[in-house]
């Protein structure tokens, strides 16, 4: 598969992929593949060649689970009851506090490899259950360590502003100056993040919190993205918008100002499937407003302990088309293309193109259309990250 402006999905029939040092040099039909003297040529067979997927929201590092939260909504208990009674997000922060480097290491890899084998090539992993300084630099570095000792390309992205620990209860701006302060002052010292990101919401951080996070990570020169409009809208996406944001995820309650901003500012709208599905949630995202505007459609598994502990980017995709609407084509484009850009990727990965990194996902497949289509079913045959 190569980039066509008219075939759907860029197919290109009896195609070539050539490549280098980990480089494409050459994605299109065999009949104008110039001579490159291979040294190895592996035929696939008639299989579908891919892009390597990218998962461009996740939470995969964090100490314990939320099994218990599962029965406690079944029973009838809200995501905001949780948070407020103390469970939600704070629930999962003595865990992750109290544990090693290694433990992380070790439960966050497990998921990882549930990922790499349905051909992710690229994660991006968030902290987030630390909530202190010291904390958010342990589940970072471990994120960094994954990407350093496993196949696969991880950027990391500091959620500091992800809820309001238990000891600043009440004090949310205090926890906003410790955030804004000393723990990205630690984040960048070390070279732990590549983006910064708030919860923007009822239960976590205001539009004006939000701002001033947004403020010291341009300061920092780090990107910025945003969990925005997720349980009701407070303009969350425009405001990150406003600052440039590669991406602004969740988005069931955007409106149209909100599409408006942030089609302008190029940033590119990140779906939960899985969140949605696990919360029951009822309320979608304007999935026909962003394509009315032209915004880029990714989707990720948000792989985290409380509302959506999923690891399957296939089943991902699914969701992506029986709850959103979502085309096969948008879903494979938003674990490829868009998911890329969602993380300032896009001319590096994200296509198969000369020049781009050869990450590469091989499938057992009749049509593209089956990654979406079957359930519980993986047909991956291989994954290549940067050629091997």
């Not at 990218?54 to 208990?77: K, M, N, P, S, W």
Request: glycine letters at 10%.
């Amino acid at each position: 598969m190569a980039p066509s402006v008219s075939a759907p999905y860029g197919a290109v029939e009896d195609g070539v992929v050539a490549a280098r040092d980990g480089r494409i040099l050459y994605a299109g039909p065999r009949a104008a593949a110039p001579a490159f003297g291979a040294a190895e040529t592996i035929d696939c067979d008639g299989r579908w060649i891919t892009p390597g997927l990218i998962d461009c929201h996740t939470h995969l590092v964090y100490g314990g689970d939320r099994a218990h939260e599962f029965e406690l909504r079944l029973q009838g208990a809200s995501y905001e009851e949780i948070a407020r009674a103390g469970g939600g997000i704070v629930s999962s922060v003595k865990a992750t506090r109290e544990a090693s480097e290694d433990a992380l290491f070790e439960t966050a890899d497990s998921r990882l490899q549930a990922l790499l084998a349905e051909g992710v090539t690229t994660v991006e992993i968030k902290s987030g259950y630390g909530l202190d300084t010291e904390s958010e630099v342990k589940v970072l570095a471990v994120a960094r360590r994954l990407g350093r000792e496993r196949p696969v390309r991880v950027l990391t992205t500091f959620l500091g502003a992800h809820a309001v620990p238990r000891d600043y209860k009440g004090r949310s701006g205090a926890y906003v100056d410790l955030v804004c302060g000393p723990m990205l002052d630690a984040v960048a010292a070390q070279g732990l993040a590549d983006a910064v990101d708030v919860f923007c919401e009822g239960i976590a951080f205001s539009p004006e919190e939000t701002a001033r996070v947004f403020t010291a990570a341009k300061a920092k020169g780090l990107p910025v993205k945003i969990h925005a409009e997720q349980l009701s809208n407070l303009g969350g996406a425009a405001l990150a918008a406003g600052f440039g944001a590669l991406s602004a995820d969740h988005l069931e309650h955007l409106d149209e100002a909100g599409v408006v901003a942030m089609a302008k500012a190029g940033t590119v709208a990140v779906v939960l499937p899985g969140a949605f599905y696990f919360l029951r949630e009822t309320v979608k995202p304007p999935i026909d407003l962003l394509r009315a505007h032209g915004v880029p459609i990714a989707l990720a598994t948000d792989a985290n302990p409380g509302t959506s502990p999923l690891t399957s980017p296939l089943m991902t995709m699914n969701m992506g088309c029986t709850l959103f609407r979502l085309t096969p084509e948008e879903a494979l484009a938003g674990m490829t293309r868009n998911a890329a850009r969602a993380l300032g990727l896009q001319d590096e990965i994200g296509t198969l193109e000369a020049g781009k990194a050869c990450d590469l996902a091989i499938w057992e497949i009749a049509r593209p259309a089956e990654l979406a289509y079957r359930i519980g079913f993986n047909p991956l045959h291989a994954r290549i990250r940067n050629g091997q």
